[in-house]
């Protein structure tokens, strides 16, 4: 029952962690077009900003969270003021050339900051709880909890605000939109730095269980990417459900068959891909 | 865009050159290093070329490292296991990554946009985690010793050996200059003219009565044989491989190399960012690996914003320049 009830909770952790990540791209995917890869760079710097508080400076590790999402929130309205707007009405291997560029400068920088090594930050919950016959760790539960939050308030931001009818009236048909009066360049802004945001925050939340290293925002993103074309791109459900999938093949497959399991997901993927060409919530999105 | 403007004596001219200097290079600079350097600029040069012709069809690859590493694999792993010669290898490797071309072209290429860039993208790390995760390709020590090329002999007069990078340097740009000739001729033929019009207008294009599929096949097969040629090449030229030396960043490397080459000819874009950015690449590696990141990121991001048709545009760009002012 434990193990049972430890592998559920480490593939929750698993699908929490790419769900917080594929929220953010698909919502960029709906309202700027474009991929953003940079988006696992952001998420390694909110981890590094947090390592270099709490860990080197002994910060208080919640506000060391904060001020990571404040920084990396920047860092993503400087990147869409200063690359994505600029490039969005060009073609899209424009944008998607600059936006590798962003990541790899920023991965660049991260290397020379703190070295190519890697880093843990530590644990900040500790213990273990019995829950249902099982004992499991404190800190795994309250990272699911937290991400959980993180959610459920980007989902009623998208789906009960004023703002969030705007982001979907934008995703769904950006020249209607406009006749209604919408801002797009503030939406846009918008959008980016919250996505920005949570992706700091799925970085500071998540790396106190794993190690970190510059290097590791392209395995990242590249996760994150592949989960937001199968949940559909741009559909915020679609994520979800798509995160959860992965999450729960890869934890339970890794755990029972080794390294060989990640093989069988991508294969999972490609054949989602030969059945629903636009993932599995997905709708028709015009490129040019 | 110039679709008709064929100067064919200007580009044979320029290939003549082109060709002269290739062969001149190891002779003018006969360091051992640096005829190596020559030798990455060379594979970085045909993956580029690969990766433009696929761009003619409107389709962005993120995955171009994949056949590199089918190539590499197949040689290596057809000469240590079955004896076979690493020159029928070279063959067999660009073979086996433009089958593999053909099956996931054709279910891969019905999809349009920047899902093929995630799905090429996904295809190079399955590639890679295959190669890195089975026993049989050697798991992540990658396989060592493999057969280097054996010397041929001239009829009676000597023996021409390959054990040095002076004379692989001389494989590699036979098979450069095969692969850029070949894809020359296919962009500036009416196939070329057929894979242009895909990304203008694909509906238009099938209404004429042109199958689009066929067509981006056509030009993701050959990309892709001659990204296996040069994998194979590598294999037996540096004697071992690695999974990790496939990494799907090596992609995003291509394709880097090939947008500062420009997409104005398939052949010349490609040499010229493949050889200019390697260059720099090996320059940097020298002083501190991290740059070479900061470089390739800078210089994407540069040629993005100011010359947005790669460096083969600087003459005409120059030209507007001058006429406005």
Not at chain 1, 94 to 115: D, K, Q, R, T
Not at chain 2, 20 to 26: N, Q
Request: glycine share 12%.
């Amino acid at each position: 029952m434990t193990d049972l009830m430890q592998l559920f909770l480490n593939c929750l952790v698993l699908s929490a962690n790419y769900i917080l990540l594929a929220l953010g791209l698909t919502l960029i995917f709906g309202i700027l077009r474009a991929l953003n890869f940079a988006h696992g760079v952001l998420y390694i710097t909110g981890a590094y900003v947090v390592y270099a508080l709490a860990k080197l400076m002994g910060m208080n590790y919640f506000l060391a969270t904060f001020i990571a999402m404040i920084i990396v929130g920047g860092l993503g309205l400087l990147i869409e003021a200063s690359i994505l707007y600029p490039l969005a009405d060009r073609v899209k291997v424009a944008a998607l050339g600059a936006i590798l560029g962003v990541s790899m400068v920023l991965e660049g920088v991260l290397a020379f900051i703190f070295e190519g090594e890697d880093v843990t930050i530590g644990s900040f919950f500790t213990g273990t709880v019995s829950m249902v016959g099982a004992t499991l760790s404190v800190e795994r539960i309250m990272v699911v909890v937290l991400c959980g939050l993180i959610m459920v308030g980007v989902y009623g931001w998208i789906q009960k605000t004023k703002q969030g009818m705007a982001i979907r009236a934008l995703a769904e048909n950006p020249r209607v939109a406009n006749l209604q009066g919408i801002n797009t360049r503030l939406i846009r802004f918008l959008v980016m730095t919250m996505a920005s945001v949570v992706a700091a925050f799925a970085g500071a939340i998540v790396t106190p269980l794993f190690y970190i290293n510059p290097f590791m925002g392209g395995h990242v993103v590249f996760k994150a990417l592949l989960i937001v074309a199968v949940g559909g791109m741009g559909s915020i459900e679609g994520s979800i459900l798509a995160g959860l999938l992965i999450g729960f093949v890869e934890c339970i497959g890794v755990t029972y068959l080794g390294p060989i399991a990640e093989v069988i997901s991508f294969l999972m993927v490609i054949a989602i891909f030969l059945f629903r060409p636009r993932g599995l919530l997905g709708v028709e999105y015009e490129f040019h | 865009m110039n679709f008709t403007k064929r100067n064919p004596i200007d580009s044979r001219l320029i290939f003549l050159g082109l060709f002269i200097v290739l062969v001149l290079l190891p002779v003018l600079f006969p360091n051992p290093a640096r005829v190596g350097m020559f030798i990455s600029c060379g594979v970085a040069s045909v993956l580029a070329m690969g990766w433009l012709l696929i761009l003619r069809i409107g389709c962005l690859s993120l995955g171009q490292v994949a056949f590199l590493a089918i190539g590499g694999y197949t040689s290596a792993i057809l000469s240590q296991k079955l004896g076979i010669s690493p020159w029928f290898g070279l063959l067999f490797g660009g073979i086996s990554a433009g089958l593999i071309a053909l099956g996931i072209g054709l279910i891969f290429l019905r999809i349009r946009g920047l899902y093929l860039a995630i799905i090429t993208f996904a295809f190079a790390e399955i590639v890679r985690l295959v190669f890195s995760t089975l026993e049989f390709f050697g798991g992540h020590g990658g396989i060592l010793e493999i057969p280097k090329y054996p010397p041929i002999s001239l009829l009676g007069r000597g023996t021409v050996r390959f054990d040095s990078p002076f004379s692989c340097y001389y494989i590699l740009i036979t098979i450069v200059l095969i692969s850029g000739i070949f894809m020359w001729r296919m962009d500036h033929s009416a196939l070329g003219r057929t894979f242009r019009s895909l990304p203008q207008n694909e509906d238009l294009a099938e209404s004429l009565g042109i199958h689009p599929l066929r067509y981006k096949v056509i030009s993701f097969i050959t990309a892709c044989f001659f990204a296996g040629m040069v994998g194979a090449f590598t294999a037996h030229y540096y004697g071992c491989l690695y999974p990790g030396s496939y990494s799907p960043m090596h992609s995003v490397i291509v394709q880097i190399q090939a947008t500062v080459g420009g997409a104005a000819s398939v052949a010349f874009g490609g040499l010229l960012g493949g050889f200019l950015m390697v260059m720099v690449e090996t320059f940097l590696l020298n002083v501190d690996s991290r740059w070479v990141l900061i470089f390739y990121g800078a210089v994407i991001i540069l040629i993005t914003f100011v010359l947005p048709e790669g460096l083969l545009s600087l003459p005409q760009e120059i030209k507007k320049f001058r006429q406005k002012t």
